[in-house]
């Protein structure tokens, strides 16, 4: 009965505290850049977000870290907050705060679990708010300029829907990758063409088909993914090759230079508001209240709103936790590479080219995948599947089949031989290569041993079972890295 508690507190309700917290998250953050807020008068949104946050520390209190990396990490983005609070001020609603409290605090939640319920809750939310626009419901502001009409679609400006709808469709190529079929590009496709014709936001719908079109193309290359390690170490690179260009850009912009004038125009007058922004407000070493205006529109002098997320992270933010962020999202991009998950680190490198000339990725609801840091920073070595590493999910008559650590449950149908076949065949296209099996090693009885091995077969139930189709059994979390650690 204690093994039982124990095991229900570090999996069942750990898990249960995140998706609660998250989901109200997603709601409040959401719903707020919609007409419903400036109709309805959303006064309980802060509140809840307290209680997103509360939800989360009873989820750290019942799950403390237990490796020195956790503690660092942890306290390292304690301190961050206590920096944002007393320099800021403003720490409930910040993105970068929810951004720090979510790469936390989901380290031990499977990344792909979070991938279904945003995908769910989102479009939910995205439906009811572009339908509430037309029905007359929420306002649905029209911008009639000439050269660029707009609809809003019920959000605030005209750009939220469009990039919303770009963070589900790039969680749909991710969680389906390479069984990404006809069915899939039937939806996003006219949807994404929908959303761009009433809007005409056209980076997001612009990176969308990019995405979408990668992942269709990945499913038929012979490329060897080991033989494109240049084009994932720019992919590793890419946010500080960006964030770089931004920088030089905006320092560099000289109206009377025709090709500055020209670029500047396709750019919607970015680069001269990110030049008047570095050369009068500047940058400094820590973080500091840096109020933006939009009264009176982009042509309204008094306007001074940055687009580029690398310029406004770098001036709001300083120097010195500018670097440590870039660092840390490097770092895990370079994880994410290791583990071969590619599909994760082609779709966090469109996001980092959205983030030149769009800040609204800095916001957990327009990027899911700052979520996907938290596993990839604080996966050990053991957990080498790591983004599921950590809630593992394996049916308990195929592990001890496997391993030989009991006799398989009644009704299961899983044999030594026939899982040994199942993880020799062949990998997925975009990992080439062929693991030893487990079955070929001598087998051990030992917890830990076993524990290793369990961690090892997952990865090949996993694949085996995307390779045959087959359905998943019933099955639990007892193989979580938390319970593992006795």
């Given at each position: 009965m204690k093994e039982e508690l124990k095991r229900f507190v570090n999996t069942d309700l750990n898990s249960w505290l995140f998706f609660i917290s998250y989901t109200v998250y997603l709601f409040v953050s959401i719903i707020n850049t919609s007409f419903f807020v400036v109709d309805y008068q959303f006064t309980m949104g802060t509140k809840l977000l307290i209680l997103s946050i509360l939800l989360l520390i009873c989820k750290e209190i019942i799950n403390t870290p237990r490796s020195t990396k956790e503690k660092l990490g942890v306290l390292l983005g304690f301190a961050f907050l206590l920096v944002i609070n007393f320099t800021i001020g403003d720490v409930v609603t910040d993105s970068v705060t929810w951004i720090v409290v979510f790469i936390i605090c989901a380290r031990d939640i499977d990344f792909e679990k979070v991938v279904k319920l945003t995908i769910v809750v989102s479009s939910i939310l995205l439906a009811v708010i572009v339908f509430s626009s037309f029905a007359g419901i929420i306002q649905n502001h029209f911008d009639s300029y000439v050269a660029r009409p707009r609809h809003w679609v019920g959000f605030r400006y005209a750009s939220f829907g469009p990039t919303l709808l770009f963070n589900i469709s790039a969680l749909v190529v991710y969680i389906r990758k390479e069984k990404l079929g006809k069915l899939e590009l039937l939806i996003l496709?006219?949807?994404?063409?929908?959303?761009?014709?009433?809007?005409?936001?056209?980076?997001?719908?612009?990176?969308?088909?990019?995405?979408?079109?990668?992942?269709?193309?990945?499913?038929?290359?012979?490329?060897?993914a080991d033989k494109l390690k240049?084009?994932?170490?720019?992919?590793?690179?890419?946010?500080?090759?960006?964030?770089?260009?931004?920088?030089?850009?905006?320092?560099?912009?000289?109206?009377?230079v025709p090709r500055w004038a020209s670029l500047n125009a396709t750019l919607s007058g970015r680069l001269r508001l990110e030049y008047t922004s570095l050369t009068t407000r500047g940058i400094k070493w820590w973080p500091r209240a840096f109020p933006m205006s939009t009264d009176g529109g982009v042509f309204n002098p008094g306007y001074n709103f940055i687009d580029s997320l690398y310029i406004l992270v770098l001036q709001e933010y300083g120097i010195i936790f500018s670097i440590l962020f870039m660092v840390l999202v490097i770092y895990g991009l370079w994880k994410m590479y290791q583990r071969e998950e590619y599909y994760l680190l082609f779709v966090s490198s469109a996001y980092a080219l959205f983030a030149i000339i769009d800040q609204l990725i800095l916001g957990i609801n327009y990027n899911t995948f700052w979520l996907a840091l938290g596993v990839a920073l604080f996966a050990t070595e053991h957990d080498k599947d790591f983004l599921t590493a950590n809630t593992r999910h394996i049916p308990i008559s195929e592990i001890e089949s496997i391993i030989g650590s009991a006799p398989a449950r009644p009704g299961g149908t899983a044999t030594r031989s026939s899982a040994s076949q199942r993880a020799q065949m062949q990998r997925t296209p975009l990992k080439p290569y062929t693991r030893q099996t487990t079955a070929s090693r001598p087998v051990s009885r030992s917890s830990s041993d076993t524990s290793n091995q369990a961690a090892e077969i997952a990865r090949q139930l996993?694949?085996?079972?995307?390779?045959?189709?087959?359905?998943?059994?019933?099955?639990t979390n007892r193989n979580t890295r938390r319970y593992r650690r006795r």
């Open positions: 496709g006219p949807a994404n063409v929908a959303m761009f014709i009433m809007t005409n936001s056209r980076l997001p719908f612009y990176l969308t088909i990019l995405v979408l079109v990668f992942a269709y193309l990945s499913q038929y290359r012979t490329i060897p240049p084009l994932w170490m720019l992919m590793v690179a890419s946010p500080l090759i960006f964030g770089s260009i931004c920088l030089w850009a905006g320092y560099h912009y000289d109206p009377n996993r694949q085996s079972r995307r390779t045959q189709n087959s359905p998943y059994e019933k099955t």
